[in-house]
């Protein structure tokens, strides 16, 4: 919660806009703007959304995911395109100079003159960050008409200079717009444009509360010291009578925990930007307060704050928002005085557990609420604990931030420059990051969630080594914006919170696993290290060069990029491909994948699982390998006592493409995802293991409490016989990472072959009597698998009165071990509480299928499309 309610008013000019597309330059601006211009035989279209998504809705494209269409609709991005909205205002409208109509749009993409009545109100630059425009002198009681026209891209950056270096286009550098717009490498081009935000138009008197930020300076047993700080604009001929702002500080009971009145400190002009400020300011201490956690370690509670302006005796403005008390830092130096990069909560040691979050659809502003609340939900489930808004998207919307602070779920926050040299040399581009760098700190400073804000991605990486290897000749051309510009703005308006210049950044080579955070692309891209600033970049296809085994070199102080490929699942990739295209080497699978060299897959495939044969073993391998990859590099690094956190790449995807996402387009998990409830498990059970050398047993704590737990290995064959089982005790409580035993391999597997044996752990006490873990002793395409039999029943279950029934399935095998059991259904968002695991003949396991949205999912439909199997099933 994060808003205002106004004492004068507001006017949602949400909902259906007119749209249309013009060849560029070629109609009249006044004439589109008119108010009296007809504009009935104009399609209608949704505000926030886009062009592209309005179009296909009107069926005028046909969807851009479905096979090749993204390539049909470029044309959308060299058009000229109008929106226009009518509205009926009914409020009186006086002559004083006190009175003050701005309209709002949260989000302009990219290019906009906006026009109210037929007057050009203002243009704007730059789709990262919200638009605000004084219509007091062109407002008028009844009706009015906003226009907004949206030029394409090409003649604001057709003449403009060219860089050395901008991934994926040149085209970039002089856009402020999502990078991701114009293709990545998990992703479409696809250059949108519309209104993205929301529009409202706001009524003001004499003054207007701006921004209130309220941030936790230190926290103790007993009380919490937090700091209030107000910015409000104030009017030409306000009243001479005095302002007040009264604040209010309410629990989730609704209990008052603090009130005051406070004095503006002065009112003067404290803004550059011609605008007349008065600040308030305030220290208070809070007893006993309940402080937001991430969900991992305890509850994010959230207070209220209302604030309410007051001139005299008349309140003229209300701001409403919700305060998480929490202090976080970030150690970049140990108790032995080493290199670290550790947060802290609350002065507790965070391990952080995440991925990386891109735009959930390329059409950014048709994005449905539901999507994000689902995604980050999945995100705390699997045990996640941050989330980083990768530089190439956008500073995300507000409902994000909601929902981060909402389900306890930490943000890294990049600001939005990716893999470019920007023109930092150049007065305006400068004056619109500057303006777009202050509007986001503003807007985002106040949440929970938020942890740390970082400059850019990769670049500072990239550079030294694109110019080590002479593809770039140039200065570091953007250095200013990451290391002057962002750093001086925080310390002004958020200066409390870690600010980290790039990512990864430190060291002699910007990705030294020794200092700062750190990028593992030798998995998957087969970057050599180690590396020294200004060495030549050598890259090693190879199976060795690309292997997950590559992970275990990787000492890494803190992993926020990592990660590998696999196949979406079959729903997804069958609903946008064509018929008789998905096969395994179609071109329409080759279209799905968007990396520079489809070589690595393959590689990483021959590696661990063998070359796939047909598109269910792609499916298969691919999901297998990237799995059990992602496993044996995260157990690696939390095992690593110095190791304060791991991102990997990525989440989810913007469309249904092939990619390092563990969740497809469609809100389906991929097998990565299951593991990762095991492997992010904040009191994870894991095997250390490699062919022929002990089997060790690790427990990893990261809990605020300490924990003695006991374990249990048991090593069994395919054929459902226990070989041995082994237990551990770590006889005190621990927290962190702990070796609690061995056991040599010869040993544990007594005689058996250790490709036809698998491992499973458990706790025995001290850890959750549900979590359970199964490795096996070889890569999969050495073990020695026999063909399984699976048989499956499903019931309905009704949870409580008022919960909608779940569908549980119970699934056996036989025979032998079923490697990989796998639910699937044809139908998007649906929730398995598990997937992807491995049975042992005999074992039953119970799933619970629900939707993720809460909707019942009917036992019919799941009786009639369920399939269920294996990598070894018949």
Not at 347 to 373: F, K, L, V
Not at 374 to 387: F, K, Q
Not at 499 to 507: A, D, V
Request: aromatic share 12%; with cysteine; charged share 25%.
């Amino acid at each position: 919660m994060n808003h205002r309610n106004h004492h004068a008013s507001t006017t949602d000019l949400n909902g259906s806009w007119r749209i249309k597309d013009f060849t560029p330059g070629e109609p009249s601006s006044q004439e589109q703007a008119a108010p009296g211009l007809d504009d009935r035989y104009w399609m209608s279209g949704q505000v926030p959304g886009d062009v592209h998504h309005t179009l296909t809705e009107r069926r005028v494209i046909d969807p851009p995911y479905f096979g090749h269409n993204d390539l049909k609709s470029r044309w959308v991005e060299e058009r000229e395109w109008w929106y226009r909205k009518g509205f009926e205002y009914q409020e009186e409208l006086v002559s004083e100079k006190t009175e003050r109509s701005e309209l709002i749009f949260d989000g302009l993409d990219t290019f906009a003159t906006v026009f109210v009545n037929g007057h050009e109100i203002g243009r704007t630059a730059n789709m990262l960050m919200s638009h605000t425009f004084d219509v007091t002198r062109v407002l008028r009681k009844g009706w009015n008409m906003i226009a907004v026209r949206l030029d394409p891209l090409q003649p604001h950056h057709r003449d403009k200079e060219r860089f050395d270096w901008s991934s994926y286009t040149k085209e970039r550098p002089w856009l402020r717009k999502a990078a991701m717009n114009f293709g990545w490498d998990w992703g479409p081009r696809l250059v949108t444009v519309g209104i993205w935000g929301g529009v409202r138009l706001n009524r003001y008197t004499q003054a207007e509360i701006e921004n209130v930020f309220v941030e936790t300076l230190a926290i103790d047993e007993k009380q919490a010291e937090l700091q209030l700080s107000a910015e409000i604009k104030t009017y030409r001929g306000i009243s001479e009578l005095p302002l007040a702002l009264q604040v209010k500080l309410e629990d989730a009971e609704g209990n008052s925990v603090y009130e005051d009145t406070i004095q503006p400190l002065q009112q003067a002009n404290l803004n550059i930007r011609n605008r007349r400020q008065t600040g308030f300011h305030t220290l208070f201490a809070l007893k006993n307060p309940k402080l937001w956690w991430t969900h991992d370690l305890g509850d994010p509670y959230r207070y209220t704050l209302t604030a309410k302006l007051y001139i005299g005796e008349e309140q003229i403005d209300t701001w409403t928002q919700s305060v998480g008390v929490r202090t976080i830092q970030l150690h970049t130096e140990d108790e032995q005085g080493r290199a670290a990069f550790r947060f802290f909560l609350n002065g507790h040691p965070m391990y952080i557990r995440g991925a990386n979050w891109i735009p959930a659809d390329n059409m950014i502003g048709a994005i449905p609420d539901s999507r994000y609340e689902e995604l980050i939900e999945l995100s705390a489930e699997s045990g996640m604990n941050m989330l980083r808004v990768w530089a190439g998207g956008i500073y995300e919307k507000e409902v994000f931030y909601e929902q981060c602070d909402a389900q306890g779920m930490l943000v890294w926050q990049d600001f939005a420059f990716a893999n470019a040299l920007f023109p930092d040399f150049n007065i305006d581009f400068m004056n619109n990051v500057r303006a777009e760098v202050e509007s986001n700190i503003r807007r985002l400073r106040g949440r929970a969630s938020l942890a740390i804000w970082c400059g850019n991605n990769e670049i500072d990486w990239l550079y030294d080594m694109k110019s080590a290897s002479g593809d770039i000749r140039s200065d570091f051309y953007g250095e200013l914006i990451y290391h002057e510009l962002i750093p001086e703005a925080l310390e002004v308006l958020d200066p409390n919170r870690p600010y980290w210049p790039s990512s990864p950044f430190g060291g002699s080579d910007a990705n030294d696993p020794e200092v700062g955070d750190r990028h593992n692309w030798q998995v998957w891209h087969g970057s050599v290290y180690p590396r020294r600033s200004g060495e030549v970049p050598i890259l090693d296809y190879s199976i060795e060069g690309v292997t997950f085994k590559n992970y275990k070199k990787d000492m890494a102080l803190f992993s926020s990029e990592f990660g590998m490929h696999a196949s979406a699942n079959r729903y997804t990739l069958e609903k946008n491909m064509p018929l008789g295209e998905w096969f395994w080497g179609s071109e329409e699978m080759a279209y799905r994948n968007k990396d520079t060299n489809h070589r690595k897959g393959i590689l990483l495939m021959e590696g661990y699982t063998g070359l796939p044969h047909d598109m269910q073993q792609y499916m298969n391998f691919s999901m297998l390998t990237q799995a059990e990859g992602l496993r044996y590099g995260v157990e690696h690094y939390r095992r690593n006592p110095r190791n304060g956190g791991s991102l990997i790449w990525q989440l989810n995807d913007s469309w249904p493409g092939t990619s390092w996402a563990i969740i497809d387009y469609e809100l389906l998990p991929k097998a990565a995802y299951y593991y990762a409830k095991k492997f992010y498990h904040p009191l994870l059970l894991s095997l250390e293991h490699e062919p022929g050398e002990p089997l060790k047993v690790w427990a990893v704590n990261d809990g605020r409490e300490e924990v003695q737990v006991k374990a249990i290995l048991e090593v069994w064959n395919f054929d459902g016989e226990k070989v041995s089982e082994y237990e551990f005790d770590s006889e005190q409580g621990i927290r962190g990472s702990v070796q609690l035993g061995e056991v040599d391999e010869a040993q544990a597997l007594k005689g058996e072959d250790a490709p036809s044996v698998c491992v499973r752990l458990r706790w025995i006490s001290g850890g959750d009597p549900q979590f359970e873990q199964t490795y096996m002793l070889r890569d999969h395409r050495d073990l020695q698998l026999k063909p399984t039999e699976l048989t499956w029943e499903a019931q309905i279950q009704q949870p409580s009165e008022s919960a909608t029934p779940l569908c549980e399935v119970i699934v056996e095998a036989s025979s032998s071990l079923a490697r990989m059991v796998k639910l699937d259904l044809p139908l998007g968002r649906v929730r398995f509480s598990d997937n992807y695991f491995d049975l042992l003949p005999g074992e039953r396991k119970k799933i619970q299928l629900s939707m993720l949205d809460g909707s019942e999912l009917p036992l019919a439909f799941v009786m009639e499309h369920l399939q269920v199997s294996a990598m070894n099933s018949y």
